[in-house]
């Protein structure tokens, strides 16, 4: 009788621990858009890609305005100026930045070219001056071959995605900021 009782309770301690597992991988896979994993002996949860950043956000409300035409001293969807451009799509999720390229000078927190993120701003001297003079945001980041969005008031006179490797851009780079 006695070797009953302990097969019984090796059963329910095996069952048990059986539904701990799959309730454990059950909860862990779940379709509620969160996972667990892993790091560092911590498990962490995770949002998945289905929750776009900031960045992302910021970078595709850009990408909306492609097209739009330059226009001198221009900060709306009728047209805008390089730094029109950066502050209008930042004003759209409520970040302060200056409305004036040459006010890039002393704004944010500056970062190695090779560090930048989506969001991140590129500023330039002007191609006329040695002056601040341009500013874009960087969409895809590749150290100095990242792509930015940007007013251009060149040939293309809208708003455009251009690679910082882009000979005139690399000459006339001064630094990227984070704001975000």
Do not use: W
């Not at 048990?16 to 994993?37: E, N, V, W």
């Not at 892993?38 to 409300?61: A, C, M, Q, W, Y």
């Not at 799509?89 to 560090?115: A, T």
């Amino acid at each position: 009788m006695t070797s009953k009782k302990i097969n019984s309770s090796k059963f329910v301690t095996l069952i048990g621990l059986s539904l701990i597992l799959l309730f454990t991988h059950a909860y862990s896979s779940s379709g509620d858009g969160k996972r667990l994993h892993e790091r560092d002996g911590i498990i962490v949860k995770k949002t998945l890609l289905n929750n776009p950043s900031l960045e992302d956000n910021i970078v595709s409300f850009g990408m909306k305005l492609l097209g739009t035409p330059y226009l001198s001293g221009g900060s709306s969807k009728v047209g805008f100026d390089c730094s029109g451009f950066v502050y209008y799509v930042f004003k759209h999720f409520k970040i302060q930045v200056p409305r004036s390229s040459v006010q890039f000078k002393d704004f944010g927190k500056e970062i190695p070219i090779d560090s930048v993120r989506k969001g991140d701003i590129l500023v330039f001297l002007s191609p006329t001056r040695n002056v601040i003079g341009h500013v874009g945001i960087v969409t895809d980041p590749k150290g100095k071959e990242s792509d930015f969005i940007h007013a251009s008031s060149g040939g293309e006179k809208k708003v455009m995605v251009t690679s910082l490797k882009k000979a005139g851009y690399t000459r006339r780079f001064v630094k990227s900021v984070r704001v975000l």
